[in-house]
Protein backbone atom coordinates (compact mmCIF):
# COMPACT_ATOMS: atom_id res chain seq x y z
CA UNK A 1 0.00 0.00 0.00
CA UNK A 2 1.23 3.01 -1.19
CA UNK A 3 0.86 6.61 0.67
CA UNK A 4 0.52 9.62 -1.61
CA UNK A 5 2.90 12.46 -1.73
CA UNK A 6 2.35 16.10 -0.67
CA UNK A 7 3.16 17.00 -4.18
CA UNK A 8 0.36 14.54 -5.54
CA UNK A 9 -2.53 15.40 -2.73
CA UNK A 10 -1.85 19.30 -3.89
CA UNK A 11 -2.36 18.21 -7.57
CA UNK A 12 -5.61 16.03 -6.87
CA UNK A 13 -7.32 18.76 -4.58
CA UNK A 14 -6.72 21.02 -7.45
CA UNK A 15 -8.02 18.69 -9.54
CA UNK A 16 -11.29 18.45 -6.95
CA UNK A 17 -11.19 22.39 -7.08
CA UNK A 18 -11.50 22.74 -11.24
CA UNK A 19 -14.11 19.83 -10.93
CA UNK A 20 -16.09 21.74 -8.32
CA UNK A 21 -15.94 25.20 -9.86
CA UNK A 22 -16.89 23.58 -13.05
CA UNK A 23 -19.92 22.06 -11.88
CA UNK A 24 -20.65 25.15 -10.00
CA UNK A 25 -20.66 27.06 -13.34
CA UNK A 26 -22.82 24.50 -15.03
CA UNK A 27 -25.50 25.00 -12.30
CA UNK A 28 -25.56 28.31 -12.61
CA UNK A 29 -25.62 28.35 -16.34
CA UNK A 30 -28.50 26.22 -15.99
CA UNK A 31 -30.62 28.77 -12.89
CA UNK A 32 -29.79 31.17 -15.42
CA UNK A 33 -31.65 29.46 -18.73
CA UNK A 34 -34.30 28.46 -16.37
CA UNK A 35 -34.53 32.01 -15.66
CA UNK A 36 -35.10 33.57 -18.64
CA UNK A 37 -37.23 30.62 -19.89
CA UNK A 38 -39.83 31.40 -17.17
CA UNK A 39 -39.53 35.23 -18.38
CA UNK A 40 -39.87 34.68 -21.89
CA UNK A 41 -42.40 31.84 -22.23
CA UNK A 42 -45.77 32.21 -20.02
CA UNK A 43 -49.38 31.41 -20.37
CA UNK A 44 -52.09 33.83 -20.40
CA UNK A 45 -55.62 33.37 -20.15
CA UNK A 46 -57.94 35.09 -23.36
CA UNK A 47 -59.16 37.44 -20.42
CA UNK A 48 -55.75 38.43 -19.84
CA UNK A 49 -54.32 39.04 -23.39
CA UNK A 50 -57.67 41.02 -23.93
CA UNK A 51 -57.16 42.93 -21.11
CA UNK A 52 -54.07 43.71 -21.50
CA UNK A 53 -54.82 44.97 -25.24
CA UNK A 54 -57.52 47.31 -23.63
CA UNK A 55 -54.88 48.91 -21.40
CA UNK A 56 -51.79 49.16 -23.53
CA UNK A 57 -54.22 50.79 -26.98
CA UNK A 58 -56.66 52.29 -24.56
CA UNK A 59 -59.84 50.82 -26.27
CA UNK A 60 -62.75 48.45 -24.96
CA UNK A 61 -62.85 44.70 -24.57
CA UNK A 62 -65.09 44.11 -27.77
CA UNK A 63 -62.62 45.93 -30.36
CA UNK A 64 -59.97 44.58 -28.82
CA UNK A 65 -61.02 40.89 -29.15
CA UNK A 66 -61.98 42.09 -33.19
CA UNK A 67 -58.33 43.04 -33.57
CA UNK A 68 -57.31 39.88 -32.03
CA UNK A 69 -56.45 37.17 -35.56
CA UNK A 70 -57.44 33.60 -33.42
CA UNK A 71 -58.02 32.41 -30.46
CA UNK A 72 -58.33 29.27 -30.13
CA UNK A 73 -61.62 27.26 -29.57
CA UNK A 74 -60.93 24.58 -27.67
CA UNK A 75 -57.53 23.61 -25.70
CA UNK A 76 -56.12 20.85 -27.98
CA UNK A 77 -53.16 18.32 -27.22
CA UNK A 78 -51.64 16.42 -29.95
CA UNK A 79 -54.37 17.97 -32.70
CA UNK A 80 -57.13 16.69 -30.06
CA UNK A 81 -59.02 18.15 -27.51
CA UNK A 82 -58.35 17.45 -23.79
CA UNK A 83 -61.17 15.27 -22.94
CA UNK A 84 -60.30 12.49 -25.83
CA UNK A 85 -56.66 12.77 -24.89
CA UNK A 86 -57.63 11.70 -21.21
CA UNK A 87 -59.96 8.98 -22.90
CA UNK A 88 -57.17 7.74 -24.78
CA UNK A 89 -54.66 7.81 -21.65
CA UNK A 90 -57.42 6.05 -20.11
CA UNK A 91 -58.04 3.12 -22.73
CA UNK A 92 -54.26 2.78 -22.92
CA UNK A 93 -54.00 2.43 -18.63
CA UNK A 94 -55.92 -0.71 -19.13
CA UNK A 95 -53.51 -2.45 -20.67
CA UNK A 96 -50.36 -1.73 -17.89
CA UNK A 97 -50.63 -3.43 -14.72
CA UNK A 98 -48.48 -2.32 -11.50
CA UNK A 99 -45.96 0.84 -11.03
CA UNK A 100 -46.96 2.12 -14.69
CA UNK A 101 -50.55 1.62 -14.04
CA UNK A 102 -50.05 3.79 -11.00
CA UNK A 103 -48.19 6.48 -13.17
CA UNK A 104 -50.72 6.60 -15.55
CA UNK A 105 -53.34 7.34 -13.15
CA UNK A 106 -51.38 10.10 -11.42
CA UNK A 107 -50.67 11.49 -14.59
CA UNK A 108 -54.05 11.73 -15.88
CA UNK A 109 -54.98 12.80 -12.97
CA UNK A 110 -52.51 15.50 -12.94
CA UNK A 111 -53.85 16.76 -16.89
CA UNK A 112 -57.63 16.75 -15.22
CA UNK A 113 -56.46 18.85 -11.94
CA UNK A 114 -54.53 21.04 -14.03
CA UNK A 115 -55.04 24.23 -15.56
CA UNK A 116 -58.16 22.58 -17.95
CA UNK A 117 -60.57 20.86 -15.11
CA UNK A 118 -62.75 24.46 -15.52
CA UNK A 119 -63.07 23.09 -19.25
CA UNK A 120 -63.06 19.47 -18.91
CA UNK A 121 -66.22 17.64 -18.41
CA UNK A 122 -66.07 13.86 -18.86
Not at 28 to 43: E, G, R, V, W
Request: contains cysteine; aromatic residues 6%; charged residues 35%.
Amino acid sequence: MAIATTEELREASDKLEDVAESQEDAENDLDNLFSSLQKALFIQSEHEIVRRICKDYNINASQAKRNIEVFPPKYQMYEQDIPAVIKTLRKERRSLKGQYRDNMTKSIDSLIEGSFSNNCRL
